[in-house]
């Protein structure tokens, strides 16, 4: 069975800082990589996969995300956060045809 | 692209009746949809994997009758709380499949009073 951590619960942040959320998973095979947003009483908005291809993916809001394959990590980064930017982060893996993993989340707080 | 919905957004309903959830994909069409429920600050809880024309899988725990799943069509898939109790309010999120990627819904909050 595959698992994913999200070491960081919270990651506190002020506002044009940068930030970096750590996503490790397991699994010895290859696996799809997400990276969803969550905001308050909202759905997951996708912000960035990995399928294949380049190891570096940029998603929406300018964040990006590095697959490391050696290091099985997926830490999402933006060079500079905004308020808005607060929000739930959800890391998910999947491999094959099975289900989502998710991550238990960490809170993005960014303040003035 | 890829946009899912959901309805209704929340409900309120007394306890021992039954709450129907809709969720459906707007621009493309999903054989596998997923139901999950979230606990407040907590993660995603994976329910069942609806697929199109067959039976829902439920994952462990997940009362089959009390949670009753049908996906009558390729943009729809529907979630029915039976008899719904106190213990069953919550925030529903669905997805969808499209091209290797679950896209969701806004999610539906419940409660029952």
């Known amino acids: 069975a595959q698992s994913v951590t999200q070491l960081d619960s919270q990651v506190p942040v002020f506002e044009e800082a940068p930030v970096e959320l750590r996503c490790n998973y397991s699994s010895s095979v290859s696996v799809y990589l997400f990276w969803y947003v969550q905001y308050p009483n909202q759905g997951l908005q996708l912000l960035l996969k990995y399928l294949s291809g380049s190891t570096l993916v940029k998603g929406i809001n300018g964040f990006e995300a590095e697959f490391n394959k050696s290091q099985t990590s997926f830490h999402l980064r933006k060079p500079s956060v905004h308020i808005s930017d607060t929000a739930e982060y959800f890391c998910a893996v999947r491999r094959g045809y099975s289900t989502l993993t998710f991550g238990k989340g960490t809170m993005l707080l960014v303040s003035p | 692209g890829a946009v899912v919905s959901q309805h209704p957004s929340r409900v309120i309903c007394k306890s021992g009746t039954s709450v129907k959830i809709e969720c459906r994909s707007l621009d493309f069409q999903a054989t596998t949809m997923f139901w999950y429920r979230q606990f407040p600050k907590q993660s995603l809880m994976l329910m069942a994997t609806?697929?199109?024309?067959?039976?829902?899988?439920?994952e462990q725990g997940v009362e089959k009758d009390k949670f009753l799943i049908n996906h009558a069509s390729l943009t729809l898939s529907t979630l029915t709380v039976t008899s719904a109790h106190p213990e069953d309010s919550s925030f529903y999120i669905c997805?969808?499949?499209?091209?290797?990627?679950?896209?969701f819904g806004p999610g539906t909050r419940l409660l029952v009073l």
């Open positions: 997805s969808a499949l499209f091209q290797e990627t679950q896209y």
């Open positions: 609806s697929n199109e024309g067959s039976k829902a899988t439920y």
